[in-house]
């Protein structure tokens, strides 16, 4: 079954902690993609990868941080300095120009 | 990139016609228009794309006139499973133009009423 994956499903952090959310696909896909939706909201992008190796920040990057060693995985790492967390996080990938395969998301809350 | 324009929320009875509609006066040469649905706590769906005239797929139609300004996603015959979040992008999709950037919106909140 090809697909994107998400883990954990809900995360809690304490104050201070930095977080790494997982996802992985085994669509091959060459665009990854991270989004962050708060309540009501639409998707902001955190930050994209078009190849591995390389990933571009996206509109609200700040306090987070993305590797992309492997074509199937895009770990996001939620460091201390995003001051404002708590929210449901976002994965997805696309081959270039077509259309974005979503995970089922992380919801995670500061504690 | 172009900016989308949708109402903010819709009601329908169970068997209707829905039409929502989204503006996008700056729409660019290359820019295609693409919908996507998403259900609360899940991620969006793809639902449907187009450049020009009209789209058609098994679960909706994609109406664009000629000026590409505006566009109206279709959905024939609502049920309760249809209530959802429907997003309007507008983006050049080709991979050098900035397709990783399309942004997601508010969208327009559907309600299907029994």
């Known amino acids: 079954d090809g697909g994107i994956t998400q883990s954990p499903k809900y995360l809690f952090r304490k104050e201070g902690q930095n977080v790494t959310l997982s996802c992985e696909q085994n669509?091959?896909?060459?665009?990854m993609y991270w989004y962050r939706q708060d309540p009501g909201q639409g998707l902001r992008l955190i930050y994209y990868s078009q190849i591995v190796n390389d990933f571009q920040k996206g509109d609200i990057a700040e306090g987070y941080s993305v590797s992309r060693e492997k074509k199937e995985s895009f770990p996001l790492t939620v460091t201390s300095a995003q001051k404002n967390p708590t929210a449901f996080y976002l994965c997805?990938?696309?081959?270039?120009?077509?259309?974005?395969?979503f995970g089922p998301g992380t919801r995670l809350t500061v504690l | 990139l172009a900016k989308t324009t949708q109402p903010i929320s819709m009601d329908s009875y169970e068997g209707q016609e829905v039409n929502i509609t989204c503006s996008h006066n700056n729409i660019a040469t290359n820019d295609y228009i693409t919908w996507y649905q998403q259900f609360p706590s899940q991620g969006p769906r793809f639902i449907i794309q187009?450049?020009?005239t009209k789209v058609t797929n098994e679960v909706a139609s994609l109406f664009i006139p000629a000026d590409r300004k505006s566009s109206t996603l279709s959905l024939p015959r609502v049920s309760l499973s249809d209530t959802a979040v429907y997003y309007c992008?507008?983006?050049?999709?080709?991979?050098?133009?900035?397709?990783?950037?399309?942004?997601f919106g508010t969208g327009t909140k559907l309600q299907v009423i029994p």
């Open positions: 669509l091959n896909h060459d665009a």
């Open positions: 992008l507008v983006g050049d999709m080709t991979p050098s133009g900035g397709y990783q950037k399309v942004t």
């Open positions: 187009g450049y020009k």
């Open positions: 997805a990938s696309s081959y270039p120009g077509f259309e974005q395969f």
